[in-house]
């Protein structure tokens, strides 16, 4: 059993799946694949939102409170 590693790296960002991009690697049954995400605005820094501050979403005319 094998233990991949994925960076952040251009190579590894596509942004969509895709056949037309060779596959970063293959693997086999029982092997450990560790990767790092980014954040939904493509970010890898400090949140750009403090953690006091009030995230609002209206769902069916009613406000809600996010929490950070």
């Not at 190579?11 to 029982?30: D, M, Y």
């Not at 970010?43 to 950070?68: F, H, M, Q, W």
Request: glycine share 8%.
């Amino acid at each position: 059993m094998s233990v991949h590693h994925i960076h952040l790296t251009q190579v590894a960002l596509i942004g969509s799946f895709t056949k037309e991009v060779p596959s970063l690697l293959t693997i086999s049954s029982g092997d450990t694949i560790r990767f790092q995400t980014l954040d939904a605005g493509w970010g890898t820094g400090p949140r750009s939102i403090a953690r006091d501050d009030d995230i609002v979403c209206e769902i069916n005319g009613k406000d809600y409170a996010l929490e950070l």
